[in-house]
């Protein structure tokens, strides 16, 4: 056999051979390396075994020109190299435009199980959502927008803040002996609770702020009720018949009604028809109506 025709025949059967180990490779991919090793080698001294010792170097160097960085084994295809943070993060960014919302939310939560996440980040439940739009006449179960919500919890935050200090300030002012008392601040517990501290409970804020509103509504409702408490005190202590009545009654001798009338109002008077005597019964009046209203008591 000429020299050519043995360079063709070894690469006819190395062409074989190679086909063969391909289909190996593929079909045992997923298992061991030593295991997919064992089969490779003996699908080669299968292949091997019936030709003459002369032929089979010629053969092996046709086999390695099918496997060029096959270094005195069948090469192996190593584990897929794993992705970087980077990469993983870009692959979302392009995901993202086509996710549904219920996709993005189980997303979100799959990622806190698996504590890539922080916990505070967790999507609540639709029914949450639900309920929190109806305060804003929408619906849907969608969460608002983290930016915006921020914002605007701060801007709320600020105003009942402020409108907070200034309704205890005045009560303390006009109801100094009154029991309804400031029982937690709002500052110092909204901020442990936004954090998730367990140590304030969603019970404490409400109860908290529910405290304050209860105050507020008092002090805007007391005013009128309390002076017409005061305007009918007023009268009945200051009225010319309550005067003249009393005054008839204790009149002294060749004393007329008018004089006994006008001795007996300032008397009065100095007991309670000055400025301070008068501001101080108007803030009382309206002090007890403020109590009635925080207690719920009806006239």
Not at 147 to 176: C, E, H, N, V
Not at 265 to 289: D, H, M, S
Request: hydrophobic fraction near 40%; charge should be negative; proline fraction near 7%.
């Amino acid at each position: 056999m000429s020299l050519t025709a043995i360079e063709s025949d070894a690469r006819a059967w190395a062409a074989s051979l190679a086909a063969r180990l391909r289909l190996i490779q593929a079909g045992f991919e997923s298992d061991e390396a030593a295991t997919r090793k064992g089969f490779l080698s003996e699908e080669i001294e299968r292949a091997l075994k019936p030709l003459p010792p002369s032929r089979r170097l010629a053969c092996l160097e046709a086999l390695e020109e099918k496997f060029p960085a096959w270094e005195s084994e069948v090469p192996e295809h190593g584990p897929a190299p794993e992705p970087t943070l980077d990469e993983l993060v870009q692959k979302l960014q392009q995901l993202g435009p086509g996710l549904t919302d219920e996709a993005r939310s189980r997303i979100a939560l799959e990622l806190v199980n698996a504590k890539v996440i922080p916990e505070n980040v967790k999507p609540s439940p639709a029914a949450l959502y639900e309920e929190f739009w109806k305060r804003f006449g929408r619906a849907g179960g969608t969460p608002p927008h983290p930016d915006r919500s921020l914002k605007l919890l701060g801007i709320l935050s600020d105003f009942y803040m402020a409108l907070d200090q200034l309704a205890w300030t005045l009560w303390r002012s006009i109801g100094p002996k009154s029991a309804f008392r400031k029982e937690s601040e709002y500052g110092k517990i909204s901020g442990p609770y936004l954090s998730a501290d367990t140590e304030v409970s969603s019970d404490q804020v409400r109860l908290t702020i529910e405290r304050t509103r209860k105050l507020i509504a008092a002090l805007l409702g007391a005013p009128p009720r309390g002076a017409t408490d005061f305007s009918a005190a007023h009268q009945g202590m200051f009225s010319p018949e309550a005067i003249e009545a009393v005054a008839r009654q204790e009149k002294r001798a060749l004393e007329s009604l008018e004089a006994a009338s006008w001795r007996e109002y300032k008397e009065r008077f100095k007991k309670a028809g000055t400025a301070p005597q008068v501001e101080n019964a108007l803030q009382t009046a309206v002090a007890l109506a403020a109590e009635d209203l925080i207690g719920g008591r009806a006239r």
